[in-house]
Nanobody, 127 residues
């Protein structure tokens, strides 16, 4: 199982970035894909999640209305569109997969419940 995250970079306040997470190496009927981030000196925090078979993503309050998680089934890729970026969004962003047996939704906010992780991509928002 491999998750390849990409798309990070340095942007100005208010600008946008789109992160990608390509998933390969398994064919589960259903799984959850989550995005987390970790700033220096802080714990890894939940950003967004959705089940592959469910059309409803869930977001952290801090990014709701600015970030959108969506997928391209043909490419086995999940994206995190980040708009109106703020300096507090600066962090290393990780994608992760929760494989079957699936964790209940409330557990998907906890990074410890994920089975596979990408390598992370740095997002820096400069003021």
């Amino acid at each position: 199982v491999q998750l390849q995250a990409s798309g990070g970079g340095l942007v100005q306040v208010g600008e946008s970035l789109k992160l990608s997470c390509n998933i390969s190496g398994f064919t589960f009927d259903d799984y959850a894909i989550g995005w987390f981030r970790q700033a220096p000196g802080k714990e890894r925090e939940f950003v967004a999640v959705r089940r592959w078979s469910n059309s409803n993503p869930y977001y952290a309050d801090s990014v709701k209305g600015r970030f959108t998680l969506f997928r391209d089934n043909a490419k086995n890729t999940v994206y995190l569109q980040m708009n109106s970026l703020k300096p507090e969004d600066t962090a290393v962003y990780y994608c992760a997969v929760d494989a079957p047996p699936l964790t209940i939704l409330s557990g998907l906010y906890n990074p410890r419940n994920y089975d596979y992780w990408g390598q992370g991509t740095q997002v820096t928002v400069s003021s």
